[in-house]
């Protein structure tokens, strides 16, 4: 069954540096698109990173432009997300997702990314 698992998410300080992680299983992991999303309380589903499948292509939300980077090795089934000078603005539950086309659209279940001091 398709599985993807984030993992990674904490409490840091303003300033620190976070890597979140997403372990994908179940699917042929490159040739899908991997996009990373947020969701703060009573706040929508915010996209904040994407990279595409061979990994030349990324694109940033414009709130976190600078400062988050997206990765993936389709080697390991797995995409990232280092997020570098976090802001409490930041805090929000992260989500992976994968998907191909319109034809599949994958959902991990989230990891807390807690930012404050």
């Known amino acids: 069954q398709v599985q993807l698992v984030e993992s990674g998410g904490s409490l840091v300080q303003p300033g620190g540096s976070l890597r979140l992680s997403c372990a994908a299983s179940g699917f042929t992991f490159s040739s899908f698109f991997m996009r990373w999303y947020r969701q703060a309380p009573g706040k929508e589903r915010e996209l904040v990173a994407g990279i595409a499948s061979a990994g030349r292509n990324t694109f940033y939300a414009d709130s976190v432009k600078g400062r988050f980077t997206i990765s993936r090795d389709n080697a390991k089934n797995t995409v990232w997300l280092q997020m570098n000078s976090p802001q409490p603005e930041d805090t929000a539950v992260y989500y992976c997702?994968?998907?191909?086309?319109?034809?599949?659209?994958?959902w991990g279940q989230g990891t807390q990314v807690t930012v404050s001091s």
């Open positions: 997702n994968a998907a191909f086309g319109s034809l599949r659209d994958y």
